[in-house]
């Protein structure tokens, strides 16, 4: 039986301080739908260094460690274009609502800020719907 390749991503929940949740919305010449940054770790990178590398090429801003929670989630997915498996470790980053974010725009055409029920329906996949709700219940943990 043939072993599938792995790759290791992050993805970030971008929230701010009124809890609402930074969508997406992918370039249509490569992908489809609304979604959370998300990305590859790269050779020599670990997950924190990875996750301010992506947020800094599809968002343009710079993050500050004591900005991040490890949600300790984990995703996988099959990407058929690649014939890979990606293992996606996710993330809660605040930013304030304020912030200018400029969107890398080969990757992104379009944001908004998004409620739980509204970034739950825009949400194209499945995978990112279920880290959103996990979100959610970490959310309420935190606020006891």
């Known amino acids: ?3 599938l390749a792995v790759r ?9 301080e009124e809890q609402n949740f930074l969508l997406l919305k992918r370039n249509p010449l490569r992908y ?11 050779e020599g990178e670990n997950d924190l ?3 301010g590398r992506e947020i800094m090429e599809e968002i343009g801003i710079s993050i500050s460690l004591e900005k991040i929670i490890d949600m300790e989630y984990k995703t996988a997915y099959y990407d058929n274009t690649k014939g890979l498996v990606v293992l ?4 809660f980053v605040f930013v304030p609502r304020k912030t200018e974010l400029t969107l890398g725009l080969d990757e992104w055409v ?4 998004a409620t739980y029920d509204e970034a739950w329906h825009r949400l194209t996949w499945q995978t990112q719907q279920m880290v959103l709700k996990k979100a959610q219940v970490l959310f309420k943990s935190l606020q006891k």
């Open 1 to 3: 039986m043939k072993e």
């Open 8 to 16: 290791y991503a992050v993805g970030a929940i971008i929230f701010d």
């Open 32 to 42: 489809q739908g609304w979604g959370f940054v998300k990305g590859g770790v790269d």
């Open 49 to 51: 260094q990875a996750l």
């Open 88 to 91: 996606v470790n996710w993330f």
């Open 110 to 113: 379009d944001q908004r800020w």
